[in-house]
């Protein structure tokens, strides 16, 4: 399983809201919305990753709940 869809099928079984991406630079991008708990425990999830995943560094970055995000999905 790759990264985008590990974090997209934990993301849906937390609740979340929000999306997964690549960005340009490779790195991936994530934006959650949701239960505080749910969001730590989708962090520690994410510093995991999926089995052959490399996680080098997982930048965070705590902003006001918007709730514009939508049902959580991988982007383009």
């Known amino acids: ?3 985008r ?5 934990h993301a849906r079984r937390l609740g ?10 490779g790195a991936v991008e994530v934006e959650a919305e949701g239960d505080s708990k749910a969001l730590e425990r989708f962090l520690d999830a994410l510093r995991q990753g999926p089995r052959m995943a490399r996680i080098q560094e ?16 991988v982007r383009g």
Request: hydrophobic share 40%; glycine share 14%; proline share 6%.
């Open 58 to 73: 997982v930048r965070v970055s705590w902003m006001p709940h918007r709730g514009d995000l939508g049902p959580f999905g």
């Open 16 to 25: 979340l809201e929000g999306y997964v991406r690549n960005r340009y630079d």
């Open 1 to 3: 399983m790759g990264f």
């Open 5 to 9: 869809f590990f974090a997209e099928s």
